[in-house]
């Protein structure tokens, strides 16, 4: 670990999440390293282990599976990427804040195929490991991502006890809106997990947001999480594709979710 161990807030990072595998040019190395070089030294850092294939298997098919262990160049980061998840989710359910820098990303790993950068669904992977071990019963999960979730969203599709929220809209205010909306919606749950996409960003693909929107965005989840879900929180890297300031967006979201969560 690093300074700071007084705070809630905990980074989960292993550099393992800087292999270079083939993939999208955009999603490169550089994105966490980034972004470590923001949080590395302001909060504790702690590195997980990889994920078991039983825990992938939570999630998705053997086939699946398979086809991926296969990928001998990108497997260990992917497994490891998963395995932070659920480190991130664990560390919530004792009272902490992580995030998580995680490379690759996960929110479009469906159940028996993947795309959009992602190869297993890392928090789909963390909740199911929460609900199988007894330690949740129900959870939320806010996708904040640019793009769609929808591998999170068939992985719990007709599953009561998971609600996803999936935030579209497109200006700033619309955006902070619905996510309210959405969460206002929703009377509580044992944790609430954010796949924290920066890619609605001003400068990103987006863009839409700005570094002070996302500063809202994690108060108002964490105001939701201090009011009902007994303040279990945690958030972890989804998309974002503006390198110079993925780190100083990463700061904000934290920033506010541990404001909002003191209430």
């Given amino acids: 670990m690093t300074r700071n161990a007084g705070e809630p807030v905990r980074i989960i990072y292993h550099p393992v999440y800087?292999?270079?595998?083939?993939?999208?040019?955009?999603e490169t190395?550089?994105?966490?390293?980034?972004?470590?070089?923001?949080?590395?030294?302001?909060?504790?850092?702690v590195e997980p282990e990889p994920c078991t294939d039983d825990d992938i298997?939570?999630?998705?098919s053997e086939g699946l599976l398979i086809m991926?262990?296969?990928?001998?160049?990108?497997?260990?980061?992917a497994r490891t990427a998963a395995g932070g998840a659920i480190l991130c989710a664990r560390l919530a359910l004792d009272g902490l804040v992580p995030f998580g820098v995680l490379r690759p990303p996960g929110h479009h790993a469906n159940p028996d195929h993947n795309w959009g950068f992602?190869?297993?669904?890392?928090?789909?992977?963390?909740?199911?490991?929460?609900?199988?071990?007894?330690?949740v019963n129900s959870a939320v999960i806010l996708d904040i991502d640019l793009h769609f979730g929808d591998g999170t969203d068939v992985i719990f599709r007709g599953?009561?006890?998971?609600?996803?929220?999936?935030?579209?809209?497109?200006?700033?205010?619309?955006?902070?809106?619905?996510?309210?909306?959405?969460?206002e919606s929703i009377q509580g749950a044992d944790i609430l997990g954010i796949s924290a996409g920066f890619d609605q960003y001003e400068r990103d693909w987006g863009a839409n947001l700005s570094t002070e929107d996302y500063r809202t965005i994690g108060e108002i989840a964490g105001g939701f999480a201090r009011t009902r879900t007994g303040g279990r929180i945690f958030a972890i890297l989804e998309g974002g594709y503006f390198v110079p300031d993925l780190g100083k967006n990463?700061?904000?979201?934290?920033?506010?979710?541990?404001?909002g969560r003191a209430g």
């Fill in 18 to 26: 800087l292999t270079p595998y083939s993939t999208a040019s955009c």
């Fill in 29 to 45: 190395p550089d994105r966490v390293r980034s972004i470590m070089t923001h949080l590395g030294s302001r909060y504790p850092v």
């Fill in 57 to 60: 298997l939570l999630c998705h």
């Fill in 68 to 77: 991926e262990r296969h990928a001998d160049e990108r497997f260990l980061a």
């Fill in 118 to 135: 992602c190869f297993f669904n890392n928090m789909a992977i963390a909740i199911s490991r929460l609900i199988r071990d007894g330690l």
């Fill in 159 to 183: 599953n009561p006890g998971v609600r996803v929220l999936n935030i579209q809209s497109s200006t700033p205010g619309e955006f902070i809106a619905e996510t309210r909306s959405a969460l």
């Fill in 250 to 259: 990463t700061v904000a979201l934290i920033e506010g979710m541990c404001a």
